[in-house]
């Protein structure tokens, strides 16, 4: 009888370990929003991980109740309290990956508390920034609006009835160093806000008009969405969102008139212009969100009816005076 070598007799043994062939975690997580030990969480954000590469298992567990999502990419993982934080206490929240466990602990800022008195943000001014936001989408406008003159959003109270109220929106001057009205762009009225979780206000609006760098632009479906601080001298937590039609903003590059040339030039940081609600494809889904808006203090929005209104350039015009269409 041929004997077997003993190196076969062990490998050949049923008694052996069995080979581990699970592949190697090679998941990492590269941020969290707030960081680890923040003190000025936004008390109605969403908890977000952004981990290297997808990870279908992942978990989110919390010291307050809320809700699991992820972006469509699966990089990020958002937990969204399904109740506002209160201001000023300390949460955790855990995150369950194929790399282990990680507790994110944070405290929340003191945004949220109640308005001292809400009639006091009649007829003041807050000033909505895009540059100084973060772009949630497209991807790659952040470059694009750094690259136009700078133009904050100015938005005033005009009316509170309640749980509402009527806002006013108009245009700032470019590149100014003090915030003032530019009284040659038409002003929107938003009413109807939902202040019934005051201090937070929700508005929205149908159709608006903007301007980015100078150049009028069409908004559909604009929604701002923010917190009063207590004393009202800023907004925090603030988000702005809406389909911007891109075809006026062909004087930003050069080539006014022409209707897909930021289209075209978007292309190259990775942006495709999508429809418009009439169909054509000059239109971006813009988001942003983590938007401080302070007060432009001691100044109301004058509202303007049209665009480049004759004496415009001098200051608010005349309710009789011919505009632009």
Known sequence: MRLLPLACLLACSGDKDPVDTAPACEVTLEETVPAADATNAHYRAAVEFHLSDPDPLATVSASFAGVMSTSENGEIIYYTPSAPLAPNTAYTATLESCAGSTALAFTTSGDGAPLADPNTLLNR??????????????????????????????????????????????????????????????????????????????????????????????????????????DATYIAGGTLSGILDTRNMGVLVGDPGNPAAACDLMVSAGIRCGDCPDGERYCLDLEADQILAPEVSGFTISQVDGVNCAGCLDGPPAEDAVCDP
């Open 125 to 230: 001014t807050w000033s909505f920034d895009l540059a100084a936001a973060r772009i949630v989408s497209p991807e790659g406008m952040s470059l694009v609006l750094s690259s136009v003159p700078q133009q904050p959003l100015l938005i005033g109270v005009v009316a509170i009835d309640g749980a509402t109220l009527d806002f006013i929106e108009g245009g700032s001057i470019a590149n100014a160093d003090t915030q003032s009205q530019d009284y040659c762009l038409a002003t929107t009225d938003l009413p109807g806000a939902e202040f019934g979780e005051s201090p937070y206000f929700d508005l929205s609006a149908p159709v608006a008009r903007v301007s980015v760098g100078g150049a009028p632009v069409t908004v559909n479906n604009l929604v701002i969405t923010g917190t009063f601080a207590a």
